[in-house]
């Protein structure tokens, strides 16, 4: 029974193409995110969405969009893929009211060739 | 912006060695800290959590951390690693949003 299950899981596709991951969460939580992990293994936030609105954006450019259609599911959606947007990204969760306690998907690994 | 550093890249020991991994942060004010872990091939999970109180705090399978607020230090620590705490160790700190430190492996070798 996953908490935060996305997909796919992997994906390789060609710079310039559009490509989505969807995340979905069956924890009843509130707060939902996406953080990239880079090639060395370093963690950054993207987003962050509170009840479908956008409450952290981190400098991220704007080929990514992110896309909450319920509380329970927060989709990203990259434009015009660059080789250095290859990477993990993961989906988490945590309860309402920020505490910093966060459950992580199991990560979708995206290679741009 | 909170900036969290991690002093160790990599880790190498044997089975029944203790480990200690240090864990800064530059942010002077309440925050929440935590230790997460990523074992090969799967996600990030909770290893354990500061909020207030006792500032020794227990986590899952043995380990332990060290919140010393002079130091702006989250320390984890344990007392006897096996084969499988071979990991990715993760400080994050959270003020507003959770910020990671670069991690460390951790590799523990039979």
């Known amino acids: 029974d996953t908490a935060v299950s996305q997909t796919p899981k992997y994906l390789v596709t060609q710079m310039g193409n559009d490509k989505s991951i969807k995340c979905e969460q069956n924890l009843g939580h509130d707060t939902m995110y996406w953080y990239k992990q880079d090639s060395k293994k370093f963690l950054k936030i993207m987003f962050s969405y509170n009840n479908k609105e956008l409450i952290i954006n981190e400098t991220v450019p704007n080929r990514f969009s992110p896309k909450s259609p319920d509380k329970a599911h927060l989709n990203l959606h990259i434009n015009s893929l660059e080789l250095g947007d290859s990477a993990v990204y993961f989906c988490?969760?945590?309860?309402?009211?920020?505490?910093?306690?966060?459950?992580f998907g199991e990560g979708s690994r995206l290679t741009v060739l | 912006a909170q900036s969290v550093s991690q002093h160790n890249h990599h880790v190498i020991l044997s089975e029944a060695a203790s480990l200690e991994l240090g864990c800064n942060y530059s942010?002077?004010?309440?925050?929440?800290l935590f230790w997460y872990v990523q074992y090969p091939g799967q996600h990030l999970q909770l290893l354990l959590k500061y909020f207030s109180g006792d500032p020794l705090v227990k986590g899952i399978k043995g380990f332990e951390a060290e919140f010393i607020k002079s130091k702006f230090s989250f320390n984890l620590r344990k007392p006897s690693v096996q084969w499988s705490d071979t990991a990715e160790y993760f400080c994050?700190?959270?003020?507003?949003?959770?910020?990671f430190g670069a991690g460390t492996t951790v590799t523990v070798r039979a």
């Open positions: 942010y002077g004010g309440t925050v929440n």
């Open positions: 994050a700190v959270f003020d507003y949003k959770l910020s």
């Open positions: 988490a969760s945590s309860q309402d009211g920020p505490t910093g306690e966060l459950f």
